[in-house]
Every structure is written in structure tokens, then in C-alpha cells.
């Protein structure tokens, strides 16, 4: 007979940690409680509803951080809370009202809510690195005892400075908090999360971990002196320590700590696929790991499950599957491919097009060839690389003079062409 516990409840259900902790949730025989903002946007929820168990041991919950006492009805009668729900945005233009007053309001909503329903027996709190490592002397290796200084992060304003201080600060609150109203919190401390995903969207910390693919080079800072942890083990992780009667404090869960030159080597390696820069301006060679250590994790028994090589090969398979990587190395291999640009030309325009993943991303190699096959067809009227650099020039604007040069290196290979450009 199936033994099924709780309820629990999960916060921030649908997002990247939030919906495969609820997975994990449901294959550990938990009944859950997922909140979400917008219980009708079935984009956003559809992947919850999609897992298995889900008709038994799966409701969906209409719950907002920033409305007091919304968590209350789906606290009410639950034994867990599992609060993973924060906002991430590393481009507001408002950050202390945007971020971090709804971080801080947040999480003290939720406690309140706990005390409230009174049936809550144990609050798991992510937290993240961020709210560890930003100091004005970094050290080699970080441990629970740790906290990032908010006045340096305000000062210096490195990317995502935002979120390490609402992390900071919040966790800081609910410390505060639960001593003063005996709330048992465990608050675990996940390094960047690299792995597959059911949500939706692109992750933020994937944004981060495959920037070196994207080309998104305002993340690099972050990636200078990263560790990292597979999503999978982290919501692992999160159970086992709801489970650990003995478990308290804080606990960092991270595997891995590399630099981004070491990263960026591996990456070529392993995904030749894809023009992953080797030279980082300003960033020294000689930098070491920073390690963020675990013992207090895995001295309790918790065992990593999870190669690098895993975290990457499943992140960049979700990527791929969902159309959120980019495909400019394919694209550009095609064109190459069929008008001959030769390789110092292929190499131009390989910095041309760097930076434009989002409209890359939207189509794959089958639908170009299927749309181009299509219109040439129908209207007679091209050779079929042609219609491509038309259909890149529309994507990702390369602009008129760089169309020109290309249309000169072009002219002359057929009677349709000539005629088209003229």
C-alpha cells in the first residue's frame, strides 16, 4: 500500500527550482500544494499538471508574496512549506521596490502565514550563494557562517547586485522571525542551478550558466569564480533536509566550483557546436576556484548524485528541446555551407550575428529549410541561399551596409541573383 505524506506546500510552483521540487515532491509519495500567481495561465502551469501523480497528489493555488495572508488557506492543514518563490530581475529599473522590499516582504508574509495556521512543522527556505559570497576581501572557500556584505553589493553594483541583496537581507528576516516565533526554518543555500527543466521559459540561472553559448557577456563577472550544483540534487536535497528530524541552520548545497577560463575550456570541448569564447578581457588567467563547502550537508549524509558534465548536457538538452539556445553556429555552417564565403568573411560574420540569440532561437534548421523550399517554389524565383540571407537580414538586422557587402560578395553566381539585386 502507498504511503502518502503531508500535504506540503511549494511556493513559486512553476518556475525553475518550484516545479521540479514539486516533481521530486510527487515521486516521493508527497501530497502538494503548488502556489502560483495566475492559477488560469495554463502555459505557466500546464508542466505541474502534466506530472505524473498529479491528479491524486497535486492542487494548484492561487497565492501572491506580495498580498498578505494569501498563503493562508494553502497553508492551512499542511505540515511543510517549501518556500523557493522570490523576484529575479537583474534589469529593473526600480530595484529596491521591484526586488528587494517584495524579497523581504515575501518571505515574512510567509512566515506569518505559518504562524497563523499553526500547523506547520517546518519551513525550507532557499536562499542562494548570493546571499553568502559578495564581500569586499573574498576568501577561497566559503561556509555557512558566511554573509555577503550589502553595502559593498550596493557600492559596486555587479551584475545581479539586486538579488544578493534581497537574498541577504530576507534570509537575515526570517532568522529574525522564526527565533522570535519559534518557527522551525531550515534555510539551504544553492550555489548557480544547472540542469533539465519542466518550466517554460528560460531559466535565470541557466541564462547565467550558458552565457558563454549566448554570448551574453554582462554575466561573465559571474561565471569569474562560479560553483554550481544540478537542479536535481538540490530538490533532493531540499526533502532530505525536511526529513532530517536533526537537520537546522543553514546549509550550502554545492558540487562544483571551477573559474570561467577552466569552464569556457570545457565547454569547447565538450560542445563544438557552439563559438565558445577562450578570452575574457580583464578576468586573470591565474585566478583560482572559490569553494563553497557542503561538509555541513553531507556530514548529515546527503551525497551528490551529479557530473558537470550531467548538469550541462541535460541544461543545454532542455535548451535546445524548448528552442531557448541559440542556433548560430548551425545557421552559419548552412550559409557557409551553400554560398562559400570563405573563412575569414564566415569569421565576420560569426561577430555579427554574437549577441542575437533570441531571434535565432525562435527556428530550427527544419523550419528554414521547409519555409525557404516553400517560397522559392511558389514564386520561382531563387536559388535557395539567397532567400536564407533575405530571411537572416529580416531576424537579426545585420543592417544595410553589411546586406550590401554581402550582396557583392554574392553577385555574379547566377542570372537570379543579378537580376534580384538590381
Not at 180 to 197: A, K, R
Not at 222 to 247: G, M, S, T, W, Y
Request: hydrophobic share 35%; with cysteine; net charge negative.
Amino acid at each position: 500500500m502507498k504511503v502518502v505524506k503531508g500535504p506540503v506546500v511549494v511556493t513559486g510552483a512553476s518556475g525553475y527550482v518550484g516545479s521540479w521540487l514539486v516533481m521530486k515532491l510527487l515521486e516521493n509519495g508527497y501530497t502538494v500544494r503548488a502556489t502560483v500567481r495566475d492559477p488560469k495561465d495554463l502555459r505557466k502551469i500546464k508542466p505541474l499538471l502534466d506530472l505524473r501523480g498529479s491528479d491524486e497528489q497535486l492542487t494548484i493555488w492561487k497565492a501572491d508574496l506580495n498580498e498578505e495572508g494569501s498563503f493562508d488557506d494553502a497553508f492551512n492543514g499542511c505540515t511543510g512549506v517549501f518556500h523557493v518563490a522570490t523576484p529575479m530581475d537583474f534589469e529593473s529599473i526600480d530595484p529596491e521596490n521591484e526586488v528587494i522590499k517584495p524579497t523581504i516582504n515575501g518571505v515574512l508574509s510567509i512566515l506569518r502565514s505559518c504562524k497563523k495556521v499553526g500547523t506547520v512543522k517546518r519551513v525550507i527556505f532557499t536562499s542562494s550563494a548570493g546571499a553568502v559570497k559578495f564581500q569586499e576581501e573574498q576568501m577561497l572557500e566559503y561556509d555557512e557562517n558566511s554573509w555577503s556584505d550589502i553595502d559593498f553589493c550596493r557600492r559596486v553594483k555587479m551584475t545581479g547586485w539586486m538579488y544578493f541583496v534581497s537574498k541577504t537581507l530576507a534570509e537575515k528576516a526570517a532568522w529574525e522571525f522564526a527565533k522570535e516565533n519559534d518557527i522551525q526554518l531550515i534555510s539551504i543555500i544553492p550555489t548557480l542551478v544547472v540542469g533539465p527543466f519542466i518550466s517554460t521559459s528560460m531559466p535565470p540561472s541557466m541564462i547565467t550558466a550558458l552565457s558563454l553559448i549566448t554570448g551574453n557577456d554582462s554575466h561573465y563577472s559571474i561565471l569569474k569564480q562560479i560553483q554550481l550544483v544540478h537542479l536535481d540534487d538540490l530538490c533532493v536535497a531540499h526533502i532530505f533536509l525536511f526529513e532530517k528530524p536533526e537537520a537546522s541552520g543553514r546549509y550550502i548545497c554545492s558540487s562544483y566550483d571551477t573559474t570561467i577560463w577552466d569552464l569556457a575550456k570545457f565547454m569547447k570541448d565538450r560542445y563544438p557546436q557552439y563559438a565558445i569564447p577562450q578570452e575574457f578581457e580583464g578576468i586573470d588567467e591565474r585566478i583560482k576556484p572559490v569553494r563553497f563547502s557542503s561538509k555541513k550537508l553531507m556530514d548529515l549524509g546527503f551525497n551528490y548524485q551529479y557530473t558537470m558534465e550531467e548538469m550541462f548536457d541535460e541544461g543545454i538538452h532542455s535548451c535546445t528541446e524548448k528552442k531557448l539556445l541559440p542556433l548560430q553556429t548551425q545557421e552559419l555552417f548552412y550559409i557557409n555551407d551553400k554560398i562559400d564565403l570563405g573563412g575569414s568573411k564566415m569569421n565576420s560574420i560569426k561577430e555579427m550575428m554574437r549577441g542575437q540569440s533570441e531571434q535565432l532561437s525562435m527556428y530550427t534548421m527544419e523550419e528554414m529549410f521547409d519555409e525557404g523550399i516553400h517560397s522559392c517554389t511558389e514564386k520561382n524565383l531563387l536559388p535557395l541561399q539567397t532567400q536564407e540571407l533575405f530571411y537572416i537580414n529580416d531576424k537579426i538586422d545585420l543592417g544595410g551596409s553589411k546586406m550590401n557587402s554581402i550582396k557583392e560578395m554574392m553577385r555574379g553566381q547566377s542570372e537570379q541573383l543579378s537580376t534580384l539585386f538590381h
